[in-house]
C-alpha cells in the first residue's frame, strides 16, 4: 500500500472515530467502561499515527495529535462527571407561552427564580444560562416588577454652547445612595465584629445586608476607619483543582476545635462544588446528635446530599448512619477521610480569621485578667450562657458575608459562593432536592479518592492552622494507605458541657441583675468584657446568699 493511500485510511479513521467521540460524550453519561474502551481506542489511533508520522504534513500530524489528546482529556472528565447524576431531569425556568397573536411564542421566565438569580448576576449574565437572550431577560424582569425601566444607553443632549451631544449612560446595577460617613460607620461596625475580614469579605457582608458599593469606595473607607494597612486584601489562598459533577453532589462536614478549651466546638457543612456554606453552628458539646440536628436543618433548607466526607470523629457516626439509610449503602454515601483532604479545611482558615480567632484572644484576656477559669464547671457555665449565642450570630453573619464574597473561579469571571451553588445546580441538575428519591447512578470507582483536594498537604500554612485547632489530628493521619471508607478506628473530642449552677429561681436573679446593669446585646468586645465582669460578680453574690 503507498504513502498516499495509507494517509487517506488514517485521516478516514480518523473522521470516523471523532463522530464516535461526539456521541459517546452525549450518551454514555455514567457508563466509565464503555468511555474507557473509546478512549483506549483513542491512544491506539494516536499511536498508529506516530508510526506513520513520515506521511502526514507537519502541521497536520501535530493537529491530529492534539485532536487525540483533548478526546482522551475529554472522555476522561465524561467518566468522572458522570459519577453522580442528578436526581431529577435539569430545571426549567423558562418555557414558551402561546398568547394567540401572532409571531414567535413569548418566553415567560419563573419570577421566584428571576429574583434570585438578579441578586447575584446582571441579564447578560442569566441569559446564557436559561438558553434565552439577555433582552428576555430584561422583559421578563419589567412584567414581573423585578426592574425599572432604564433610560437609553445613548442620549442626545444640548450643552452649554448649544451643540448637541451624545451622552453614554450607563447600565450598571444601581450603587447604594450612602454617604461617606455612613458608609465609615459601616464599615467601622463591620470591622468591630469581623476585625480580620479583607476587601472581598468586607464586600460580601455588605452585599448581605442589601449594600451594592463599589470597590474604591470601600478601599477608601477602609483606610479612614483602620488606617492605611500594608497590604489591603492581599492574601491569597491557592485554589488547587477540585472536581465533583455540581452542587450538592458532596457535602464536607467537620468540627473545629480551636475554642475546645472553654468547651466550645464549630462544626460546618460546605457544598464542595461551589464552596457555599450549607450550615455552620457552635455548640457547647461534641455530640452526634448536635451534628445530625445540624445536617437535617441543612436538608430543610438545601436537600439531602447525595454524598458527605467527614472525618474519622465519633460525632459523625449519627450523620454517616443517617447518610446510608437515605442515600443507600455500598455506594459511599457517607465518606470517611481525614480533614487533610477535604474542601474544608481550607474554609476553617478564613472562619478563623473572620471570627474564631477574636473570641479566642477575648476568652484568654477574661483569663488572664478578669478571672475566668476554665477549669471550673461553673464559668465555662457562665460562658456560654453569656456568650455563646453572640458567637453563633458572628458565625451566621460570616457565612452570609462568606456566600456573598467573590471568588476566583479559572476561566470565569468572580463569582461568589451562593452564585455558583444556585447556577451550577441550574446548570448541573438538581441533586438533593428529592431527597428520598433513588437516583440511577454508577458506583464510583474508588470512592476514597472523590471529593479530595490532594495538594492541601503541600501548603504549609493550612496544614499548620489544621493542627492548632485539631491537635487530634497529628496522631490520627499516620496511616497514608488507610481506607477512607472503612476506618479502622474511630478518635472522639470529648466535650460535655456543664450543667446549670443556679435554681430556676436564682438564674432568674442573674438574669435579671444584668440586664440591669450592663449592655447585653452590645457587640463591642469591651462591652462584653464588663458583661462577664458585672456577671460573674452577681453569681458569686447568688452563690453567697447575698443575692436573694
Given at each position: 500500500?503507498?504513502?498516499?493511500?495509507?494517509?487517506?485510511?488514517?485521516?478516514?479513521?480518523?473522521?470516523?472515530?471523532?463522530?464516535?467521540?461526539?456521541?459517546?460524550?452525549?450518551?454514555?453519561?455514567g457508563?466509565?467502561?464503555?468511555?474507557?474502551?473509546?478512549?483506549?481506542?483513542?491512544?491506539?489511533?494516536?499511536?498508529?499515527?506516530?508510526?506513520?508520522?513520515?506521511?502526514?504534513?507537519?502541521?497536520?500530524y501535530?493537529?491530529?495529535?492534539?485532536?487525540?489528546?483533548?478526546?482522551?482529556?475529554?472522555?476522561?472528565?465524561?467518566?468522572h462527571?458522570?459519577?453522580?447524576?442528578?436526581?431529577?431531569?435539569?430545571?426549567?425556568?423558562?418555557?414558551?407561552?402561546?398568547?394567540?397573536?401572532?409571531?414567535?411564542?413569548?418566553?415567560?421566565?419563573?419570577?421566584?427564580?428571576?429574583?434570585?438569580?438578579?441578586?447575584?448576576?446582571?441579564?447578560?449574565?442569566?441569559?446564557?444560562?436559561?438558553?434565552?437572550?439577555?433582552?428576555?431577560?430584561?422583559r421578563?424582569?419589567?412584567?414581573?416588577?423585578?426592574?425599572q425601566?432604564g433610560?437609553?444607553?445613548?442620549?442626545s443632549?444640548?450643552?452649554?454652547?448649544?451643540?448637541?451631544?451624545?451622552?453614554?449612560?450607563?447600565?450598571?446595577?444601581?450603587?447604594?445612595?450612602?454617604?461617606?460617613?455612613?458608609?465609615?460607620?459601616?464599615?467601622?461596625?463591620?470591622l468591630?465584629?469581623?476585625?480580620q475580614?479583607g476587601?472581598?469579605?468586607?464586600?460580601?457582608?455588605l452585599?448581605?445586608?442589601?449594600?451594592?458599593?463599589?470597590?474604591?469606595?470601600?478601599?477608601?473607607?477602609?483606610?479612614?476607619?483602620?488606617?492605611?494597612?500594608?497590604?489591603?486584601?492581599?492574601?491569597?489562598?491557592?485554589?488547587?483543582?477540585?472536581?465533583?459533577?455540581?452542587?450538592?453532589?458532596?457535602?464536607?462536614?467537620?468540627?473545629?476545635?480551636?475554642?475546645?478549651?472553654?468547651?466550645?466546638?464549630?462544626?460546618?457543612?460546605?457544598?464542595?462544588?461551589?464552596?457555599?456554606?450549607?450550615?455552620?453552628?457552635?455548640?457547647?458539646?461534641?455530640?452526634?446528635?448536635?451534628v445530625?440536628r445540624?445536617?437535617?436543618?441543612?436538608?430543610?433548607l438545601?436537600?439531602?446530599?447525595?454524598?458527605m466526607?467527614?472525618?474519622?470523629?465519633?460525632?459523625?457516626?449519627?450523620?454517616?448512619?443517617?447518610?446510608?439509610?437515605?442515600?443507600?449503602?455500598?455506594?459511599?454515601?457517607?465518606?470517611?477521610?481525614?480533614?487533610?483532604?477535604?474542601?474544608?479545611?481550607?474554609l476553617?482558615?478564613?472562619?478563623?480569621?473572620?471570627?474564631?480567632?477574636?473570641?479566642k484572644?477575648?476568652?484568654?484576656?477574661?483569663?488572664?485578667?478578669?478571672?475566668?477559669?476554665?477549669?471550673?464547671?461553673?464559668?465555662?457555665?457562665?460562658?456560654?450562657?453569656?456568650?455563646?449565642?453572640?458567637?453563633?450570630?458572628?458565625?451566621?453573619?460570616?457565612?452570609?458575608?462568606?456566600?456573598?464574597?467573590?471568588?476566583?473561579?479559572?476561566?470565569?469571571?468572580?463569582?461568589?459562593?451562593r452564585?455558583?451553588?444556585?447556577?451550577?445546580m441550574?446548570?448541573?441538575?438538581?441533586?438533593?432536592?428529592?431527597?428520598?428519591?433513588?437516583?440511577?447512578?454508577?458506583?464510583?470507582?474508588?470512592?476514597?479518592?472523590?471529593?479530595?483536594?490532594?495538594?492541601?498537604?503541600?501548603?504549609?500554612?493550612?496544614?499548620?492552622?489544621?493542627l492548632?485547632?485539631?491537635?487530634?489530628?497529628?496522631?490520627?493521619?499516620?496511616?497514608?494507605?488507610?481506607?477512607?471508607?472503612?476506618?479502622?478506628?474511630?478518635?472522639?473530642?470529648?466535650?460535655?458541657?456543664?450543667?446549670c449552677?443556679?435554681?430556676?429561681?436564682?438564674?432568674?436573679?442573674?438574669?435579671?441583675?444584668?440586664?440591669?446593669?450592663?449592655?447585653?446585646?452590645?457587640?463591642?468586645?469591651?462591652?462584653?468584657?464588663?458583661?462577664?465582669?458585672?456577671?460573674?460578680?452577681?453569681?458569686?453574690?447568688?452563690?453567697?446568699g447575698?443575692?436573694?
Amino acid at each position: 500500500m503507498d504513502a498516499e493511500q495509507r494517509l487517506r485510511n488514517l485521516r478516514d479513521t480518523y473522521h470516523t472515530f471523532h463522530d464516535e467521540v461526539l456521541s459517546a460524550l452525549r450518551t454514555m453519561v455514567g457508563d466509565p467502561p464503555s468511555l474507557h474502551a473509546i478512549r483506549d481506542r483513542a491512544l491506539a489511533l494516536a499511536s498508529a499515527a506516530e508510526i506513520h508520522q513520515a506521511i502526514f504534513p507537519p502541521d497536520e500530524y501535530a493537529t491530529l495529535q492534539t485532536s487525540l489528546t483533548d478526546m482522551v482529556t475529554a472522555l476522561d472528565l465524561a467518566c468522572h462527571d458522570s459519577m453522580d447524576p442528578p436526581d431529577s431531569a435539569p430545571l426549567t425556568v423558562a418555557h414558551r407561552v402561546h398568547t394567540g397573536r401572532r409571531g414567535r411564542p413569548r418566553i415567560e421566565i419563573d419570577p421566584q427564580f428571576l429574583r434570585a438569580a438578579l441578586d447575584l448576576r446582571g441579564p447578560t449574565g442569566i441569559a446564557p444560562e436559561i438558553g434565552v437572550s439577555a433582552r428576555t431577560v430584561r422583559r421578563a424582569a419589567l412584567r414581573a416588577g423585578l426592574v425599572q425601566p432604564g433610560a437609553p444607553v445613548f442620549q442626545s443632549r444640548m450643552n452649554a454652547t448649544g451643540e448637541v451631544e451624545v451622552v453614554h449612560t450607563s447600565t450598571a446595577p444601581p450603587v447604594s445612595a450612602i454617604s461617606d460617613a455612613e458608609l465609615d460607620q459601616l464599615l467601622a461596625s463591620t470591622l468591630e465584629v469581623f476585625p480580620q475580614f479583607g476587601r472581598r469579605m468586607i464586600r460580601g457582608h455588605l452585599k448581605s445586608q442589601g449594600y451594592h458599593v463599589p470597590r474604591d469606595r470601600i478601599t477608601a473607607s477602609y483606610v479612614r476607619v483602620h488606617g492605611a494597612p500594608a497590604i489591603f486584601g492581599d492574601r491569597q489562598i491557592s485554589r488547587k483543582k477540585y472536581r465533583v459533577p455540581g452542587p450538592m453532589s458532596l457535602a464536607h462536614l467537620d468540627g473545629q476545635h480551636g475554642l475546645i478549651r472553654y468547651k466550645i466546638v464549630i462544626h460546618c457543612i460546605i457544598d464542595g462544588y461551589s464552596r457555599f456554606v450549607l450550615g455552620i453552628r457552635v455548640h457547647n458539646n461534641n455530640r452526634g446528635a448536635s451534628v445530625l440536628r445540624l445536617l437535617l436543618d441543612v436538608i430543610a433548607l438545601h436537600g439531602c446530599p447525595s454524598r458527605m466526607r467527614g472525618d474519622h470523629g465519633v460525632e459523625n457516626i449519627e450523620v454517616a448512619v443517617y447518610m446510608e439509610e437515605v442515600r443507600g449503602s455500598g455506594r459511599g454515601s457517607f465518606i470517611w477521610g481525614s480533614v487533610h483532604n477535604t474542601r474544608i479545611e481550607r474554609l476553617w482558615y478564613d472562619v478563623t480569621h473572620g471570627f474564631g480567632k477574636k473570641w479566642k484572644v477575648f476568652f484568654l484576656d477574661l483569663e488572664t485578667n478578669h478571672g475566668l477559669n476554665p477549669t471550673r464547671p461553673g464559668h465555662i457555665w457562665l460562658l456560654h450562657h453569656l456568650f455563646l449565642a453572640s458567637i453563633n450570630r458572628d458565625a451566621e453573619e460570616w457565612a452570609e458575608a462568606w456566600n456573598s464574597h467573590q471568588l476566583t473561579v479559572r476561566r470565569q469571571r468572580e463569582r461568589s459562593p451562593r452564585d455558583l451553588f444556585t447556577f451550577g445546580m441550574l446548570r448541573e441538575g438538581p441533586r438533593g432536592i428529592s431527597s428520598f428519591l433513588a437516583a440511577e447512578e454508577e458506583e464510583i470507582e474508588d470512592i476514597n479518592e472523590y471529593g479530595i483536594d490532594w495538594e492541601v498537604n503541600t501548603e504549609p500554612e493550612l496544614i499548620a492552622h489544621l493542627l492548632e485547632n485539631n491537635p487530634h489530628e497529628r496522631v490520627n493521619n499516620t496511616d497514608p494507605f488507610a481506607s477512607a471508607s472503612t476506618p479502622a478506628n474511630l478518635s472522639e473530642v470529648l466535650c460535655e458541657p456543664p450543667g446549670c449552677p443556679f435554681t430556676p429561681i436564682q438564674l432568674q436573679l442573674l438574669d435579671e441583675h444584668l440586664n440591669s446593669s450592663v449592655d447585653l446585646f452590645s457587640r463591642n468586645m469591651n462591652v462584653r468584657r464588663l458583661v462577664w465582669i458585672e456577671a460573674l460578680q452577681i453569681a458569686q453574690d447568688i452563690q453567697a446568699g447575698n443575692l436573694r
